[in-house]
């Protein structure tokens, strides 16, 4: 591999956004580059692209929940972004993926042709508001570079970068280069941190603080039939990525009546996920993708203070320097893990912390019974944090 990320990333980075504002260069970039994209321990994804001249030819390969290739071919214009996009899908086998189509995009000036077309080779076509803009794949570093180049066109030092998803859905990835060398670009609402090569393109980028916690590094050319086949044996032998998140319900029968936990459920993979907050937060969906949902047929009593029976989210909050924790029960329900609502906010209460003697890999909640009451809990790593409650009858 070409570099590595080093561990002082963020505050280096910190000290770059106190700095003056950056000079926007036009850097040429390499005619072909490759990224492996992280997390933890474990790539969840290869990607590499080739450029000449207007056209642009790249394959990801994504390994969650099994391994498939997603090839994009890509007709750039002189604004910086495209005047189409072909993307498919295809499995190890050249299967489709379920649901898989091909998607073409002809980008008009307001609008956009989108045409999926399926194994039966009826095209659908129709037409989307909207011109061009950029496509936007998880884990890609195209995508990010695209926009970083995007926004060099126009010359400022902070761009918002039209970008479209393989379904036709529309958003903006803000940029903002804070030395000629250095840039931040939003993904969902968190900002990525990117270094960049001599030729612009991203050397790598740390998403600590975004709600995927991925880590791209450019690397060496790799060769993606062999690729594809080695992380397709591993699947078929048991010890592929799997879901990089799987979700769980816990439930309880207390006093005659039903408590239950539903909850995502991400991997250590070789992280220490309790440094600076859960996973670099202050406020976490304790647990991954869609807000963690509590019910209770019965009222109950926790640090003194009274939650009705009824639905409710559990996010945690981590004090700085992870001095203590406390469990918040949000009267909202159903919405995704980063849309935290404080003003609806039932109560706050501690927990309590402790070092168990052994580490859990997947992030794990129970309701544990004792008497008219019991313990909810959660463990990650060799990390337990508590709080007790007893049933108001």
């Not at 056209?55 to 969650?64: D, H, K, L, N, V």
């Not at 060398?181 to 609402?189: E, K, N, Q």
């Not at 640090?303 to 639905?311: E, F, L």
Request: glycine content about 10%.
């Amino acid at each position: 591999m070409r570099h590595s990320v080093p561990a002082a990333a963020l505050a280096i980075f910190a000290a770059a956004c106190a700095s003056s504002s950056a000079t926007v260069g036009s850097p040429t970039p390499d005619a072909t580059t490759s990224y492996v994209v992280r997390l933890g321990s474990d790539t969840v994804a290869m990607e590499q692209y080739s450029r000449a001249g207007n056209r642009i030819e790249a394959t990801i390969i994504q390994r969650s929940p099994a391994t498939y290739t997603g090839n994009s071919n890509i007709e750039m214009a002189a604004s910086g972004l495209p005047v189409s996009w072909r993307y498919e899908a295809r499995l190890p086998t050249g299967a489709r993926p379920t649901n898989g189509a091909t998607v073409t995009m002809t980008f008009g000036t307001d609008s956009t042709t989108y045409m999926v077309t399926r194994d039966t080779g009826v095209a659908i076509t129709r037409r989307i508001a909207g011109g061009a803009a950029i496509p936007n794949l998880g884990n890609s570093i195209l995508t990010r570079n695209l926009a970083l180049a995007y926004a060099r066109l126009q010359g400022r030092d902070s761009v918002n970068a039209p970008i479209i998803g393989t379904n036709g859905a529309r958003d903006s990835m803000p940029v903002r280069f804070i030395t000629r060398d250095s840039a931040r670009v939003w993904y969902f609402g968190a900002p990525m941190y990117a270094k960049l090569d001599a030729d612009g393109q991203v050397r790598w980028i740390d998403g600590a603080q975004t709600t995927n916690k991925i880590r791209g590094i450019r690397t060496t050319r790799f060769n993606v039939g062999s690729t594809v086949a080695n992380y397709a044996a591993r699947d078929a032998a048991g010890n592929g990525l799997g879901a990089v998140t799987t979700r769980d319900t816990v439930r309880a029968q207390i006093a005659g009546g039903t408590m239950s936990i539903d909850y995502g459920r991400p991997s250590l993979r070789g992280r220490n996920v309790w440094t600076n907050g859960v996973l670099g937060d202050t406020l976490w969906r304790t647990g991954a993708n869609a807000a963690t949902e509590f019910r209770t047929q019965y009222d109950l009593r926790i640090a003194g203070q009274t939650i009705p029976a009824g639905a409710y989210t559990l996010w945690t909050h981590i004090a700085p320097r992870n001095s203590r924790y406390e469990l918040i029960f949000n009267r909202r329900t159903g919405q995704w893990g980063t849309d935290y609502d404080p003003a609806q906010d039932l109560l706050r209460v501690p927990l309590t912390e402790r070092t168990m003697p052994s580490s859990v890999e997947r992030f794990t909640m129970t309701i544990d019974r004792s008497g008219n009451g019991g313990v909810i809990a959660m463990q990650w790593g060799r990390k337990r944090l508590e709080v007790p409650f007893t049933v108001v009858r």
